[in-house]
């Protein structure tokens, strides 16, 4: 058996250990994940002898991925505590799905995916129906029917099915980042929304026609002007409808805002930024990937705007503010890059190269306020709450500093890519507004 099916035999076997949820207390099942955490840091490589690692992670000492297995459902069981299946399917979306998806993927000749060649519509279609069928089966038959309190047999198998095509979603996106980070928070945070949304769905818009027309003509004309290929141009969409539910004419503006704003910034002075090699590839065209790393959180929060209409003012601004981050970050990096005098790294402040990740200038970080601010005003001059100005700028520009200090860090280190830092900072830009809601309330 190569190093490789050896591997995948580990990682899909892992599901055992999961044969306790339910059956022992949440801190008893965290604490043998951070067992295996330890285990997996010092002393893996021994027992192995390096045989479970490529050939990459042996040179640099440690594998991402024997490490982000325990220490993610770690930190699914610590967030998720008090519902237990939520882990259960988070993981076996990671083992069964992630498991299987590159093995079916090698084993049966199919196209390859649109949005990533490296990917097959064999392994992606093999991670949903292997991981579906396999979470499901492993779920209802070995685990204790009261993990599945709060909601039907059927209901968890809608459930489970929708977080098992996030997961697959997640790990067929591009150099993202590791599968064994993104697939099982992927899938445990759709499962947890998909759990707490009402039992009956709200009712669409009343102008929802107009709405979908809208983000229809919105994408295409993306596309046929080349600002965005095809596929993103699908996954736009997506993100456009989803923020147009919860949030209106307002947030679709919003949106609006950002694409045409970072399109403008991106194509401005391209010539001078290709001189530094800080050009956006493909002429600044954005694919599926760039569409939800910037968008995905805005329209996650979109829908819950719609799907919790008592709290929808608060999701509102979240997916404003993440938008704002969004606006920011492109601001701050394609402005920046133009018109920054010094350079210098956000973690150690000494000089630096212009345009490298995690390199700040005043220039760029005035430009990425105003990124920031001009979301935030177009926010509050549709919902007429100007209160909401601070909060959005701030959380903005917070994230936007937040980019910058990854980008120096994990992403220097090869832990994350452009655009699970895009993801990451929108997501905290949404996140710290939802604790400053938390404190004021």
């Given amino acids: 058996m190569s190093n490789e099916l050896k591997r995948k035999a580990v990682h899909v076997s892992m599901i055992a250990w999961a044969l306790l949820i339910g059956r022992i207390a949440p801190w008893q099942v965290n604490a043998i994940c951070l067992l295996a955490l330890l285990f997996n840091i010092f002393l893996l490589r021994r027992v192995t002898s390096g045989t479970l690692e490529r050939a990459l992670e042996r040179e640099q000492g440690y594998s991402i991925g024997l490490l982000a297995y325990p220490a993610v459902l770690l930190l699914i069981g610590l967030v998720w505590h008090e519902q237990q299946i939520i882990m259960a399917i ?79 979603i997640a790990e067929s996106q591009e150099g993202f980042v590791d599968d064994n980070i993104a697939v099982p928070l992927a899938a445990a945070w759709v499962a947890s929304i998909a759990f707490s ?46 923020i147009y539910l919860g949030g209106g004419w307002t947030c679709l503006g919003l949106l609006f805002v950002f694409f045409a704003g970072g399109s403008f910034a991106s194509s401005w002075g391209i010539e001078r930024k290709r001189a530094f090699g800080a050009a956006q590839e493909n002429n600044g065209m954005r694919s599926v990937v760039h569409a939800l790393s910037n968008g995905g959180v805005a329209a996650a929060c979109g829908v819950c705007a719609w799907l919790f209409p008592t709290e929808a003012l608060m ?19 394609e402005f920046g890059t133009l018109y920054g005098k010094r350079f210098r ?42 209160w909401a100005v601070g909060i959005i700028l701030v959380a903005g520009v917070l994230a936007n500093l937040m980019d910058s200090l990854l980008g120096a860090s994990l992403q220097r280190l090869g832990l994350m890519n452009n655009h699970s830092v895009n993801f990451t900072t929108t997501l905290i830009a949404a996140l710290l507004v939802r604790i400053a809601w938390e404190m004021i309330a």
């Fill in 90 to 168: 988070a993981w076996g979306a990671m083992a069964f799905g992630d498991g299987f998806a590159s093995v079916i993927g090698q084993r049966i000749s199919s196209p390859k995916l649109s949005w990533n060649p490296a990917k097959t519509w064999a392994g992606f279609l093999g991670f949903i129906s292997v991981a579906f069928s396999l979470t499901w089966l492993f779920i209802v038959g070995l685990l204790p029917e009261a993990i599945r309190e709060g909601a039907s047999l059927q209901a968890w198998t809608g459930i489970i099915f929708i977080a098992v095509i996030a997961g697959a």
């Fill in 315 to 333: 999701w509102k601004v979240m997916l404003a503010a993440s938008l704002a981050a969004a606006t920011s970050d492109t601001f701050s990096s």
């Fill in 345 to 386: 790294n956000i973690l150690t402040f000494k000089p630096d190269v212009r345009g490298q990740d995690g390199v700040i200038s005043l220039e760029g970080i005035a430009w990425g306020l105003a990124g920031s601010a001009m979301v935030a005003i177009v926010f509050a001059l549709g919902l007429g709450l100007s």
């Fill in 197 to 242: 949304a009402p039992k009956t769905f709200p009712p669409l818009p009343a102008d929802w026609l107009l709405g979908m027309a809208a983000v229809t003509v919105f994408a295409v004309g993306s596309v046929a002007l080349k600002k965005i290929d095809r596929w993103g141009g699908f996954a736009g969409w997506l993100c456009s409808f989803g």
